[in-house]
């Protein structure tokens, strides 16, 4: 039997972190059913508050209200689980979104899209725990230096994100074409010899996780037998009945075939992988309305210089108006051929996990 995930004080029986999925994919019902099952359940902070009345008016201050409403909602469902929040750094006021998630109580911060170098300082003296997501020896090695220099600690979790990740990508186009599992792999262990340096430094286990392409237990084996601590699956949990997305957005998922999943350019800068449908090949002819209302979610977004609205278009998505609509997905989403309980996937990975 392998070890559960043991993050300073929390532990996960099943070492398995739902990833956080925006806008509005993983929520509280999602992240609070996969608490509830012994994984650690991740609600996205990004337009979190998109359903709440005020959001178009006002949508920061809506968001940042609605992270405490979905933490403490996931907590209940959770019945005393582990329950976190992804927050991205090129978020507006994302120091703001950090301090509501800590205020709220949330028990771990996950934070990519970008190096989170002040979240120490943000989460402060709190018992929330800070996790950097990080997608190279590179990357790790400057938040790890500059957290160790600057605020003498050390990460309380790392989050590997490898090139078959969904959503944003941490990686250019090219590196993306590049890379494939096998060839990351040697990436990985450089990052887990760093992160080793500064265990040993700090007396502290750093667990790592290890994202993107993790689909089921051959995954999760394979991870752990790297050196992993435990795993990070995303993709897997949206074809779930607790998942916050609608149905429609789930029946895209079961539809997609492996041709279907491609990589896209989004307006935030960075590459994306998602599924093709009719937003896509517009936004491909350049066929999108230009106009929009923005809804403040980048901290640096200039509206002339970019094809469409990523709000629009994911909020468009989850509430199932897919034409309309960027549906983000993992590599793997083409595996989906039916819906599922988050217990059974739970259940999956615990069988796997005994096995170790």
Same mark, same amino acid.
């Given at each position: ?5 043991v $993050?300073?004080? *929390?532990?996960?029986e $099943?070492?398995? #972190? ?10 509280s /019902?999602?992240?609070? !059913?996969?608490a509830?099952?012994?994984g650690?359940?991740?609600i996205s902070?990004a337009? #979190? ?5 005020g959001?178009?008016?006002?949508p920061?201050?809506? !968001?940042?209200?609605a992270?405490?409403t979905?933490?403490r909602r996931?907590?209940e ?8 929040? !992804? $927050?991205?750094? %090129?978020t507006?006021?994302y120091g703001e979104?950090v ?5 709220? /109580? ?13 979240l120490?300082?943000?989460?402060g003296?709190s ?8 997608s190279? %020896?590179?990357?790790a090695?400057?938040?790890?230096k500059?957290w ?7 990460p ?6 490898g090139?078959?990740?969904? @959503?944003?990508l941490?990686f250019s186009r ?8 096998e060839a990351?792999e040697?990436?990985?262990?450089s990052?887990l010899?760093?992160?080793?340096q ?6 502290y ?7 993107g392409?993790?689909y ?9 037998g790297?050196g992993a601590?435990?795993v990070?699956?995303?993709t897997?949990?949206v ?10 957005y789930?029946? %895209?998922?079961? %539809? ?11 307006p935030v800068?960075m590459? @994306?992988?998602?599924? &093709? ?6 936004a491909?002819?350049?066929?999108l ?8 979610? *980048? ?6 210089d ?6 629009d278009?994911?909020?468009n998505?989850?509430?199932? !108006?897919?034409?309309h609509g960027?549906?983000?997905c993992g590599?793997?989403a083409w595996?989906?051929?039916k ?10 990975f &615990?069988?796997?996990f005994?096995?170790?």
């Open positions: 039997m392998g070890k559960p995930l $993050i300073r004080d *929390l532990i996960a $099943i070492p398995v #972190i739902q990833g956080g999925m925006g806008v509005g994919v993983s929520l /019902g999602l992240a609070g !059913n996969v509830k099952c012994g650690v359940g991740i902070t337009q #979190i508050g998109y359903q709440e009345q959001f178009a008016e006002h920061i201050e809506t !968001n940042l209200k992270i405490g979905h933490i996931a907590k469902i959770s019945g005393g689980g582990i329950v976190g929040v !992804n $927050i991205m750094v %090129a507006r006021k979104y301090k509501a998630a800590v205020a709220a /109580g949330a028990d771990l911060v996950i934070s990519g899209a970008g190096l989170p170098t002040e120490p300082a943000l989460a003296e018992r929330t725990k800070i996790a950097p997501i990080v190279s %020896a590179k990357s090695s400057v938040i790890c500059l160790d220099r600057k605020f003498h600690r050390c309380d979790l790392l989050v590997i994100e090139p078959k990740a969904g @959503g944003h941490g090219e590196e993306l074409e590049r890379l494939d599992g990351y040697e990436e990985i262990k990052i010899a760093l992160v080793r500064y265990s040993e430094k700090y007396q286990h750093i667990p790592v996780v290890i994202a392409g993790i089921g237990g051959d995954e999760m084996r394979h991870a752990l790297l601590d435990g990070q699956a995303a897997r949990f074809t779930t009945f607790e998942c916050d997305a609608s149905e429609a789930k029946q %895209a998922y079961l %539809a997609a075939k492996k041709e279907d999943i491609q990589i896209v350019k989004s800068g590459p @994306g992988r998602a599924i &093709r449908n009719e937003f896509i090949r517009r491909e002819e350049g066929a309305d230009s106009h929009w209302k923005c809804y403040q979610c *980048l901290e640096k977004c200039s509206q002339k970019i094809p469409y609205c990523i709000t278009a994911l909020i998505a989850v509430k199932g !108006n897919l034409d960027l549906i983000f590599a793997d595996r989906a051929e819906m599922e309980h988050v217990s059974e996937i739970m259940e999956e &615990r069988k796997e005994a096995k170790i």
